[in-house]
């Protein structure tokens, strides 16, 4: 993917814009590859309905291709959440009242009243 996405962003709505950006890019990706694995799928279906050897040999290379781009789909996704992670971590650096931790949770800190 793009790497750390808040390297040199230190301004919030830059960061927001950024990520908007990357979300939607990633997510237009995964898009496109699920629609081509509906093709792959219609493909592979109609040559095992077939029942024609050339056909069915054929589905093999057809299910590597949809395998691989089921990986890459599992992989954007993962790409995406550690983006959000780290936005969530960014934006939380100055909330003095919880931080979100790199496992997904809150670290709720005390305020004390005065």
Same mark, same amino acid.
């Given at each position: 993917?793009?790497?750390?996405?808040?390297?040199?962003?230190? !301004?919030?709505?830059?960061?927001?814009?950024? /990520? /908007?950006?990357?979300?939607? #890019?990633?997510?237009?990706?995964?898009?496109?590859?699920?629609?081509? !694995?509906?093709?792959?799928?219609?493909?592979?279906?109609?040559?095992?309905?077939?029942?024609?050897?050339?056909? /069915?040999?054929?589905?093999?290379?057809?299910?590597?291709?949809? !395998?691989?781009?089921?990986?890459?789909?599992?992989?954007?996704?993962?790409?995406?959440?550690?983006?959000?992670?780290?936005?969530?971590?960014?934006?939380?650096?100055?909330?003095?009242?919880?931080? /979100?931790?790199?496992?997904? #949770?809150?670290?709720?800190?005390?305020?004390?009243?005065?």
């Amino acid at each position: 993917m793009d790497g750390d996405i808040f390297g040199e962003l230190g !301004n919030s709505t830059q960061v927001d814009s950024r /990520l /908007l950006q990357v979300f939607q #890019k990633s997510l237009l990706q995964a898009q496109d590859i699920l629609n081509q !694995n509906r093709l792959l799928i219609n493909e592979i279906n109609q040559n095992q309905e077939s029942k024609m050897p050339d056909n /069915l040999s054929r589905n093999v290379g057809l299910i590597r291709e949809l !395998n691989s781009n089921i990986r890459r789909v599992v992989d954007l996704y993962a790409d995406l959440s550690n983006s959000f992670t780290k936005s969530r971590e960014a934006s939380s650096e100055g909330d003095s009242s919880g931080t /979100l931790k790199s496992d997904g #949770k809150v670290n709720q800190k005390r305020i004390r009243s005065s």
